[in-house]
């Protein structure tokens, strides 16, 4: 929780230099301690359900700072956001908008959207999280816009307030937001030359992490991110530049605290077999996603394994060929920089019950 507060404290100072608005993208981690510091710091909602969006309200953040966003919105979830008044629906697809406005003409009110779209801009990152190239299910591609923009225009109960884009997550090469900007302002043409004005450019989340040494830098580098964009990004007088950071936030204050099970020696290496798997910590087996294993009860000489889980499927293994200090039953492990994707992604698969979280200040 300390580290939270001072990336919240980090975020803001960095941020507020350009007067720029960050949201907290609630897919990360939802855990109520985690929330509520988020929103105490001033953080809006960014939002991919119902579910989400009910939470962010839970949670205190008002409706004035969430969007929602997702390629496939049930009814429910709309009429969720439009009983709440949200700030903004970031709308992915024609078939999407015209629902909207259906529903809010039912309502007898009116929905503030951004349209998302897909800038054909590369995350270089792994392709299961990179979102922003044409051929990904995400957004609206910019051969499309022309006619989304008109459509919208004629719909009654649509305000269009703004563009947005997310490009990919777990993005470290800050070229590619700069890629970002440049498009944007060339997008920014388009609108301008109909007449529309856009309120709120919206450029997503994405910002990476580094998981190989989360103690050496346990805090991103938000002012080298944020710079890009005042550097790159021209807004025009009276727009706002919003931001929807999940992993930046949260990954590095979270670890996956787990035991060993047995050490067993194969015929030529030595398996860790943790009393936690991909039911607790899935993005080793999902994404290939590395993360640091750390062995707290030992100081013994390293020694390499592959460190695996419980779960009936080979794919249930965080880590293979992996130093760590020399291991026996009953060491205590930590999956270091779980905070985020960890346990809100976490299942029940072979019957297990779902971990426990809990923060540091439940333990002064
Ligand atoms: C997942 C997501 C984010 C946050 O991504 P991070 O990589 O965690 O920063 C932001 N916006 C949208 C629309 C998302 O789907």
Redesign the pocket.
Known sequence: MDLLRATLTEIKAQSSRSNFDVHY?M??NVSPSVLKCIMEAGLGA?C?SGGEVQAALDAGIPSSKVVF??VGKADWEINLGLENDIFCF?VESIPELEVINELAIAKGKTAQVAL?INPNVSAHTHHY?T?GLNENKFGINMSELEKVTDLVLTLSNIKLIGI?F?I????TDMSSFQALSVRINELQELFENRNINLSVINV?????INYEHPNHFPIPDFEAYFKVFREHLELRPGQTLHF?????VVAQCGSLISRVLYVKEGTSKKFAILDAGFTELIRPALYQAYHRIENLSSNLPDEVYDVVGPICESSDSFAKDYSMNATKRGDIIALRSAG??GEIMASQYNLRKLPKAYTSDELK
């Open positions: 993208a897919k990360a960014d991919v966003a997702g970031n998302r999280i979102t947005h997310h990919g997550s777990q993005i997503g989340g994405g910002l990476g929807e950071l999940g992993r930046a985020a994707y």
